[in-house]
């Protein structure tokens, strides 16, 4: 009769365990907090007096206690188990729980921890697997009197139940995790768009060029065709992706922007299209692509004429099917995502080299935009001067001005960084000058060129070709930080090439 009433309360005492367990589970939202809160619940309800939860962290390649009961900060440090080392390492291994007795002169118990001091001898040892599906994460260790056998076998399936709750919120958190960076990530893109949406207006011209390439704009931003914007680097290519976005029916969806050059290659592919967990090393979470990102909106592929071989191939299947597949997994996702290009190279002679598909070419290119250089267009010198003065005069506070011979010597200047060269020495006037900056102010190579220009001797065709090869040389390599591989790549010279007109030019290579 006895035994009867002994295994009746003790299993109304295991299921309140699991009961309060599943009640901190569902109120809880951390992870860490609540293994805190189960492993409290272990000594309220059930006399558990000392208790860890190990998870394994892939870093270290060995468990380590994630959260304790009992132990001192020093024994909780000591708790690191490699796969399959002491019980706690073995459980992990096998997914088999363990229970061990005489842990004073028991062998098997490594005492990692050095708790073996603070047990009064009559304790018993139980590691259950922390499993999520298939997958061991961790592991439950607890030290227990228990007062018979079978208390001990309900003991170990009371444990091994909540093993799995264990699991199955550690899966959810994870989750939660993930989806709270990808929220983060996608909420800084959607922020920095919005600072930049003023920007749509903010294209200042009234060459023809400019006119014309504003309607052209407004035209294309009605439909959803792809676009491929071509020019020299400054001459506003990312300015008009982003205005045609912001002015089509995609404007408040995401932009996406991916610089096709500054991205290794190697990491392109998941970047553009994504990957699961575990597609590769170093992958431990899944993440979406940019074309995922993307949805709904706009992607921008800057500097589309360096992209590898290999990815324009994939790039041509998303742009046919509209559907992109992440790096590890078959699983198809259907994409809404407009392309707009650019490239400061000449695309076309990338095709005739074989460097770019040819194919892709010409999907890309339904509607060309060629962005003319500044010197073509030195009717809007004046107007970007003024509207960069604006700005930065606000930005900093002061009342610069350019005096009448100032502004002539920058419209006779022949910009081979274009708009962004003439941006940055217009903010750097601002910054360096109080009231208003002459005709000498001006930065020293501005002058040199004034000077070569009303020179006596007037330059020769051939002579003012060679100068602006120069300085577009100069211009790569600054670009580049003197690494003269990729200015070489930049150009579209070989290095040799590249090499002969450095000594041609007399070109001083700076070392940073
Ligand atoms: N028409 C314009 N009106 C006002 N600002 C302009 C204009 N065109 C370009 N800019 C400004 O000049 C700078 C360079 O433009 P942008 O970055 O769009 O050039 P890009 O052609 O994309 O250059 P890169 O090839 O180096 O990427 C930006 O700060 C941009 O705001
Ligand atoms: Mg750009």
Redesign the pocket.
């Known amino acids: 009769m006895e035994g009867i009433t002994d295994r009746r309360s003790l299993e109304t005492r295991e299921l309140t365990i699991v009961n309060e367990v599943a009640k901190v589970l569902s109120r809880s939202h951390n992870f860490e907090e609540a293994i805190k809160d189960i492993l409290k619940t272990l000594y309220s309800f059930w006399d558990v007096e000392l208790s860890f939860v190990a998870i394994f962290k892939p870093h270290i390649k060995a468990l380590q206690i994630f959260k304790a009961f009992g132990f001192s900060d020093e024994e909780i440090k000591r708790g690191i188990f490699k796969r399959g080392e002491g019980i706690t390492g073995k459980v992990f291994k096998t997914g088999v729980p363990v229970v061990l007795t005489d842990l004073r002169s028991n062998p098997a118990f490594l005492n990692k921890t050095r708790v073996r001091d603070k047990l009064r001898g009559d304790e018993t040892f139980v590691a259950v697997p922390v499993k999520v599906g298939g997958d061991i994460v961790g592991v439950l260790s607890i030290f227990k009197a228990f007062s018979s056998k079978e208390s001990i076998e309900r003991g170990i399936e009371t444990l091994m139940i909540l093993g799995t709750l264990i699991g199955m919120f550690y899966k959810l958190n994870e989750r939660m995790e993930i989806e709270r960076l990808e929220w983060e990530e996608e909420k800084k893109i959607l922020r920095e768009e919005l600072k930049r949406t003023y920007?749509i207006h903010?294209?200042?011209?009234q060459s023809d060029a400019?006119l014309n390439?504003i309607e052209v704009i407004k035209k294309v931003a009605a439909t959803d065709t792809t676009v491929l914007?071509t020019?020299?680097?400054?001459?506003?290519?990312?300015?008009?992706?982003?205005a045609i976005h912001f002015l089509s029916k995609r404007k408040d969806k995401p932009f996406i922007t991916i610089?096709c050059a500054a991205i290794p290659e190697t990491l392109l592919e998941a970047e553009l299209f994504g990957y699961e967990k575990g597609a590769f090393t170093g992958a431990h979470t899944s993440k979406k692509g940019k074309f995922e990102l993307a949805n709904g909106g706009t992607i921008f592929l800057?500097?589309i004429g360096d992209m590898p071989l290999s990815l324009q191939a994939k790039l041509l299947r998303v742009l046919q099917d509209k559907e992109i597949e992440r790096l590890g997994s078959e699983k198809v996702v259907k994409v809404d995502v407009r392309v707009i290009a650019?490239?400061?190279r000449d695309i076309y002679k990338l095709v005739q080299e074989g460097q770019f598909r040819e194919d892709l070419y010409y999907r890309l290119n339904v509607v060309p935009i060629h962005?003319p250089p500044l010197r073509d267009r030195k009717e809007?010198i004046p107007?970007?001067v003024e509207?960069?003065l604006q700005t930065y005069n606000s930005k900093y506070g002061k009342r610069v001005k350019l005096s009448p011979d100032a502004v002539e010597s920058l419209i006779e200047y022949n910009w081979p960084g274009?708009?962004?060269e003439?941006?940055n020495t217009v903010e750097r006037l601002v910054v360096m000058h109080e009231g208003t900056v002459r005709g000498v102010d001006l930065p020293p190579h501005i002058l040199a060129y004034r000077r070569k220009l009303l020179g006596s001797e007037p330059m020769d065709l051939p002579r003012k070709i060679q100068a602006t090869e120069r300085e577009k040389i100069v211009e790569a390599l600054e670009?580049t930080g003197y690494v003269k591989s990729r200015a070489a790549k930049l150009l579209g010279y070989t290095l040799r090439q590249l090499d002969y007109r450095i000594k041609k030019y007399g070109i001083e290579i700076k070392k940073y």
């Open positions: 920007n903010g294209i200042v011209g400019i390439l914007i020019g020299e680097s400054g001459t506003g290519k990312s300015m008009i992706a982003k610089n800057d500097e650019a490239t400061n962005v809007d107007l970007l509207h960069f274009n708009i962004r003439l941006e670009k």
